[in-house]
């Protein structure tokens, strides 16, 4: 199994990026699929998730900011990130807990940089 995470970058504050994440390999379905980021100097931290049902949770950071969804024919998770703020800075990382012919656990993707720079 497989995340393959993309869509980061270098943006002025204010402006706009879209993250992707697809999940690939022997997959018999998945759960909840989330972002976490990470800070220089500073602990993950969790952004958004989504379950299999589309209910979606957002940390008060991006509330507002940010909208976590996911395409489940695609087994692809994304998140809309407007109105970036320089604080927003982090290497980005996809999760997904999903289930393979070995059971349920828990998988990263290698994570993406985005970096809110004038």
């Known amino acids: 199994v497989q995340l393959q995470a993309s869509g980061g970058g270098l943006v002025q504050p204010g402006g706009s990026l879209r993250l992707s994440c697809a999940a690939s390999?022997?997959?018999?379905?998945?759960?909840?699929m989330a972002w976490y980021r990470q800070a220089p100097g500073k602990q993950r931290e969790l952004v958004a998730t989504?379950?299999?049902?589309?209910?979606?949770d957002h940390a008060d950071s991006v509330k507002g900011r940010f909208t976590i969804s996911r395409d489940n024919a695609k087994n692809t998770v994304f998140l809309q990130m407007n109105s970036l703020k320089p604080e927003d800075t982090a290497v980005y990382y996809c999760n997904a807990y999903l289930r393979t012919g070995l059971g349920w656990g828990t998988y990263w993707g290698q994570g993406t940089q985005v970096t809110v720079s004038s």
């Open positions: 989504v379950t299999g049902g589309g209910f979606t």
């Open positions: 390999g022997s997959i018999a379905g998945i759960n909840t």
